[in-house]
C-alpha cells in the first residue's frame, strides 16, 4: 500500500490523536450550553419577513369588495393550473367582479407569478403556511378562504411596492 | 446467616437490580437523545410528559405493538435467539459488580452486590465476549448481506479489542492480587484508584470498553451508513427493541467495569477522616458509586456525538499495532511500580 503524501505533516500531539479528540469534545461541550435554535413549533409561531411567498390570498377592501376585477391573467400565467376565475358583471365603478375564484391549493407551488401579474394588485402572497387539509376537495380554496382584510396585508403590500419592478 | 437467608437476600438485591437496570437503561435512551440534541442546539424529546421525561416509556410501547417481521431468508430459530443472547449477556453480568460496601441491615451483614464471586472479572470477561454470539447469529441468521457484514465486523472487532482489554485488566489484577470485585474496590483505597496509578491501562481500557460495547467511535457492526443498521436491519418491534436495550445495557456494564476497576468503585477519598456515621458514609459510598456511573454514562454519549466513526481499516490498526502494545507497557508499567514501590 502507498502512503500518500499530506499536504500539512502532522506533528507528534496531533498524531497521538488525544489532544485534538479533547478539543473536539470540548466543542461539543461549549455546545451543550448554548441557546437552542428550535422554535416549539405549536406554541412559538414563525413570523415571516414580508418577503415571505405563503398561500396566496385576495385583498378585500375597507368595504368588503375584493379588488380583483377577474380579468384571468393570473389564471393565464399559473404554471401549475390552479388558479381557476369565472368573470361576471357588477354595478359597481370596476364592472366586473370574480362570480367563482378557486385555487386549489395542492397543485399551487406558490410561486407567486400570479401576484406579479396581477394589474390590480388584487391577489397577493399573504404570511400564511398553515395549510391542512383532509381531503381533496377541502384542498380547493374558494373565496371565502381567499379573501383577506386589506390591512393585515399591509406588509406585503408595502414591500411590493417597494420592490416589484 | 442460614441458607433461607441468603437466598431471600439474594432475591431482594437482584430484583432490586434489575428494575434500578430496566429504568437506567430507559432513561439512558432519554439521555443519550437530550445530550445529542443539547451538543447539536437542539431541544431533544420534550413532549411526553414533563420536558419528555416519559419518552423512554413511550418508545418501548411503540416498538412493543409494531408488528414483528421475520424476513423469508432467515434461519428462524437463531433469528429469534439471538436477541435474547445479547439481552441476556448484557444484564446477567450486573451480578457481581459491587455498588457499595457491606452494611448492617436489621442485624445482618449484607453485602452490597448481588454474586461475591471470587472470579468475578473473569465470569465478567466470559459474559461480555458471549454477547458477540448474539450479535453474530443475528447478521447471519438474517439472511442479509449487511447484516452480515455487520456480524462479521462485529466478531473481527471483538477479537481484536479483547485482547487489549485482557491485558489491561492484568494490570488492575497485579496490583489487587484478586479477581474479587470487592477486593479490586478495596485495594483502590484513598487515591490510590487505577486511574491514577496506571493512566495508560485505563486509556486502553476505555478504549477497548469502547469497542466493545460497539459505540461510536468503534459502531462498526451498525454502521447506519454503509450497512442500513448492520445486524439488526431485519429485526423489528420487540426483538429489536432487546438489541437496543441491550446496547445500552452493555454501556452501562462497562461504565460499570470502568468505575470498578480504575475509579476505586465506590471509595470516596479520606471519607473516614469526617468522622460521618456508618449509615451515612455507605449512603454517600453508594451515592458516589451511582455519580461516578453517570460520569461515565455521560461520557460515552458524549463521546458518541463529538467522534466520527473509524474507517475499517484504521479500527483494526488501532487495535493491534497501538492498543495491544500499549496494553503491554502498562503491564510493565505496573511491573515497575510494584517493584519499586511494594504497593
Known sequence: ?165 | MSLLETVIFAVIKMLVIVVVMFLTVAYSVYFERKISAWAQNRMGPNRVGYRGLLQPFADVFKLLVKEDIVPDAAHKPLHTLAPFIALFVAFATYAVVPFGPSINLFGYDVKLVVADVNIGILYVLALTSLGVYGITFAGWSSGSKYSLMGGIRSSAQMISYEVSMGFSIAGVLLLSESLRPIEIVNAQYGWMWNAVLQPIGFITFVVSAFAETNRLPFDLPEAEPELVGGYHTEYSSFKFAAFFLAEYANMIIASCLIVTLYLGGWQIPYIDKLGLGETLTVILQVGAFIFKVVFMLFFFIWVRWSIPRFRYDQLMNIGWKVMFPLSLVNILWVAVLIMIFNL
Open chain 1, 1 to 165: 500500500m502507498s502512503v500518500k503524501k499530506r499536504k500539512k505533516d502532522l506533528n507528534f500531539f496531533e498524531k497521538i490523536y488525544i489532544v485534538e479528540i479533547a478539543k473536539g469534545m470540548m466543542l461539543t461541550l461549549r455546545n451543550m450550553f448554548r441557546p437552542k435554535f428550535t422554535m416549539e413549533y405549536p406554541e412559538v409561531k414563525f413570523e415571516p419577513p414580508s418577503s415571505y411567498r405563503g398561500r396566496p390570498v385576495l385583498v378585500q377592501e375597507k368595504n368588503n369588495v375584493e379588488r380583483c376585477v377577474a380579468c384571468g391573467l393570473c389564471s393565464r400565467v399559473c404554471p401549475a393550473l390552479a388558479i381557476e376565475v369565472q368573470a361576471n358583471e357588477t354595478e359597481l365603478e370596476k364592472e366586473r367582479y370574480p362570480e367563482k375564484f378557486e385555487i386549489n391549493m395542492l397543485r399551487c407551488i406558490f410561486c407567486g407569478f400570479c401576484e406579479e401579474v396581477c394589474p390590480e394588485e388584487a391577489i397577493v402572497m399573504s404570511k400564511d403556511y398553515e395549510l391542512v387539509f383532509s381531503n381533496r376537495n377541502d384542498a380547493i380554496y374558494g373565496k371565502d378562504k381567499l379573501l383577506v382584510q386589506v390591512e393585515q396585508l399591509s406588509d406585503r403590500l408595502d414591500y411590493l411596492r417597494k420592490f416589484k419592478q
